[in-house]
């Protein structure tokens, strides 16, 4: 009992410190602005592919070797997929692992408060983590599902390493840090540059170190990173080359370096968010303005902390009877400034999370040369002059000014991505692709099928950012089937069974087509800026004589890939140096297990009589993933004549080949005998140019 009332007594004391008020206020800021509003997080294919690979741990307990590409074409190391896997325990909704992200990051800047308290200091600590806290570009990264959201939190376990190695003298910092390191770098490559830092500060202060801690870190730091070292293996390690002549290119331009320092300057600050505006960054208020102002000074801010630490380090080293240890400023300093000399900044445009590495190093930064100046304005006097007291207190005023703008940044960030096109920039928000989802997946439920004919802006589930968004979303509940695959317009057609159709973009022959068939619409998701719409339109099954009534010219020719011919609609005529128009119908019969792992494309000559090849055009809009029995296909095609073409009947025939060796599919009779490679739809007559030609 009075072990408990002690206890309850430590609690209450603790709880009922300002400090500890003011620290609670900062986290509770933190956690609210990376928590709040998940469903806007960026969902874009580069979220769902990490998604996707922390599936395949979950579901199919398979470890990579490898992550995801980079945006300069390497392979990742695998760190990431398993971080994104343990969220994906309780289900495979995108704002699961957005918030064990969020999470983190909240956990990132009570680290960093406790980092800055115990080694510079009560106000250090709250103005480095009021920063921190508030920071748009920190809270943009911590809610987006990306490699640089996991990167933070690693990076406050770095620095607590080196602080208890360097300040403390405790020698198992130096395995904390490796370690720290070692994950960070199974993470990213990115990350990469932080070595560097390590490097310098354990030449720098050699004697602190215990080399043995130092080389059971570095063990530990080579064991994360065996997987991936052994895929590099395999592939004479291509991607690690590349990497290092990328440094060293991006280290040796002194324009590069300038330009890393202002954008190190912006994610600091919060400056810049309008490139997050994208198609809309003329309508984004922030970007003009006092608020645009205080962002930029902040970003001055942080750059004066860079030459300030620098300078505070020298002056600590130089005045050693005040005891101050200049490891504690050298730390900041050479994290700051090795990256913006290493890190590859060639990029064309601003990229703030190949800077998070700078992270929460630059906050500290910002808060310890506050403090600085703080202690400055006090002096050495007993009693402080009016002036200095009115000086200190503009100060905190000033601090909390830059949270507060920070804070309402971030929330008119977040409602501006909600009603505005954000094309080229934040993106499309997972609360429109979540929305379309929910409405799919119902009128599937309602139709009694389980899947999803879409009409989208690619088809390649694997390249194409719609399509991967999608069926990352709809399956496995709803089987999606992509149609138009290689910009080859197509459409299936209820024949004897519901059809479900998805339209995220316009096209007048599908449309017209489900209006032929008597297709209703049945939902619509509008997404920001009305220029994107999802609209669902679903057709009741059809008999197979309704479906082919729409067919003008039929007949029923059979290919050993299990595709046959049910008919075509054809022009009777055509002016040459125009467009021609047409259609053909397929059925898909059963498709021989070796042609659905092949890649196939239907080719359309038109000969003239005499036998010349004179105009052609090729595609097939469905991937053979999703050949099954029963499906019916219409095929639009567009064939250009040359403009020289003379007047005369031409025959058109068809026929399908596969891509990898270029070889044809061949016509079956009903004994299955080869009777030939190309089907004959019709002839089409061809009159003369009436362009009329200067002379």
Sequence with gaps: MTSDRGAWRRLRCCLGRPENHVLGGIVLLGAVLRLAHLDLIPFRAEQARLLLRGLRIVDELLLPLVGVGSPDGMSEPPGMSFVVALPLLLGRDPRLAAAFLSLLNVAAVLGCYR?????????????????????????????????????????????????TALLDRRQWGWVLAWGAMGLMLNVTLSSLPLTAVIAVLMIAHRRRVRWRQALVGLLLAAITLIPYLYYQQRHQFSDIIALVGRLQLGSSSLLSMARAMQWAGWIHSGYNLSSLAGASASQYLPAMGWLALLAGLVACAFLVSLVALVVLAIRAWSHWKERQDPAKYLVLAVWLWVPLVVAPTRMARLAPHSLVILWPAGFLAMGVVVDWVMGALKGRESGMAPWRTLAQ?????????????????????QGFVAGHDTAGGYGVPYRFWRSTANMVRRRVVAAGTDQAWIVAQGSDVMRDEQPLLLSYLLEPEVKTVFLGHGSSEALLLPAAQPGVYLLMRPSERVESTIRLVGGEDRGLVIFPGQELRARVKVVAPRPAEEILGLIDSRTFEVLDSGLCLLGY????????????????????????????????????????????????????????????????????????????????????LTGMYRLSDLSRNRRLDDLGNDIGDAIRLGTLRVRESRAVHPR
């Design 115 to 163: 980092l800055a308290r115990r080694y510079y200091g009560v106000r250090p600590a709250i103005v480095s983590a009021g920063l921190f806290a508030s920071n748009p570009w920190a809270v943009l990264v911590a809610r987006e599902i990306t490699p640089a959201s996991a990167l933070v939190p690693l990076s406050v376990l770095l620095a607590y390493g080196l602080y």
């Design 393 to 413: 207190l503009a100060l905190w005023v000033g601090v909390l000014l830059v949270v507060t703008c920070q804070t309402y940044s971030v929330m008119y960030l």
């Design 569 to 652: 609609n054809l022009p009777p005529d055509a002016e040459a140096g125009q467009v021609v128009s047409f259609a053909s119908y397929w059925a898909f019969l059963d498709t021989p297990p070796q042609e659905i792992g092949v890649r196939h494309s239907l080719f359309n000559h038109l000969h003239a009589s005499t036998g010349p090849l004179v105009a052609q055009c090729y595609g097939f809009g469905l991937h053979e993933r999703h050949w099954s029995p029963g499906l019916v296909l219409v095929q639009w095609f567009d064939m250009p004549l040359p403009a020289n073409l003379p007047e005369g009947d031409y025959t058109l």
